[in-house]
């Protein structure tokens, strides 16, 4: 994507899209989520459906892709080492699962959220828990649903299932149409306005997420930035 000019926003600002599949979107959440070296940033997670992305983009699964399957395994657990994310060693069963219900239900709990995502992180915190750490199949509805009582109550489980089908299933489509319309061709998806020049640009993958520190104008020396795994990625 070309850089262009926007309103200049107050800080840094990132727009991540995301989709509890993929193993890099949830490595690039952890990060923005947990990294100081974006603590100054304007964060705003995007859940999306990557099978709807990759089908608006004709692009075929890298788990379809003899040898990119192994590759994408051992890449996973390098970039997790390297940033000290908890993940599984082992790939969770039936990877990569069909996550259309799961996104859905995000999707209901992102309509009814405040500014700053309360909701939406509590939830995506849990569901990539549950999947990326303790490998347990989240695509699987009483799982699911026990992830959702866990984390809102049976009750508020109960709406949220509820809207899903309805409300959640159109914002799902609306944020993958949105995905597709900033560039987007798969995950992590990443749309980052400059605070000082209002220039956005979109970056691809966990792995250049030291070209997204560079194009924010964001300092890596400070606090120790430049150590553990930011020396992979500069």
Same mark, same amino acid.
């Given at each position: 994507?070309?850089?262009?000019? *926007? ?10 899209? +995301? ?21 100054? &940033?304007?964060? %705003? ?11 608006? &983009? ?68 849990? +569901? ?19 992830? +959702? ?16 089908? %309805?409300?959640?299933?159109? +914002? ?19 749309? &980052? %306005? ?19 520190? *560079? ?20």
């Amino acid at each position: 994507m070309t850089s262009q000019a *926007q309103p200049k926003p107050n800080k840094p600002a990132i727009t991540l899209y +995301l989709d509890t599949v993929s193993p890099f979107a949830y490595e690039a959440y952890y990060i923005l989520r947990h990294d100081a070296a974006f603590k100054g &940033c304007q964060v %705003t997670f995007v859940p999306i459906f990557l099978g709807g992305l990759m089908h608006k &983009c004709g692009n075929t699964a890298p788990m379809n892709i003899k040898n990119k399957d192994k590759w994408i395994n051992a890449e996973r657990l390098r970039w997790a080492g390297a940033f000290g994310i908890p993940i599984t060693q082992e790939l969770p069963p039936d990877f990569p699962p069909l996550t259309l219900n799961i996104m859905r239900a995000v999707c209901a709990v992102w309509a009814s959220d405040d500014a700053q995502q309360t909701r939406l992180v509590r939830v995506l915190d849990a +569901l990539y828990a549950k999947y990326w750490v303790d490998g347990e199949p989240t695509h699987r509805p009483d799982v699911l649903r026990a992830v +959702l009582d866990d984390v809102f109550g049976p009750a508020e489980a109960d709406k949220i299932l509820a809207d899903a089908s %309805t409300v959640g299933k159109k +914002l799902l489509i609306e944020n993958t149409d949105a995905a597709f319309a900033a560039g987007a061709f798969g995950l992590p998806w990443l749309v &980052c %306005t400059n605070a000082k020049t209002g220039s956005t640009e979109g970056f691809f993958g966990v792995d250049h997420l030291g070209q997204v520190a *560079q194009f924010l104008d964001i300092d890596l020396d400070r606090g120790g930035g430049r150590a553990g795994g930011w020396r992979s990625v500069l």
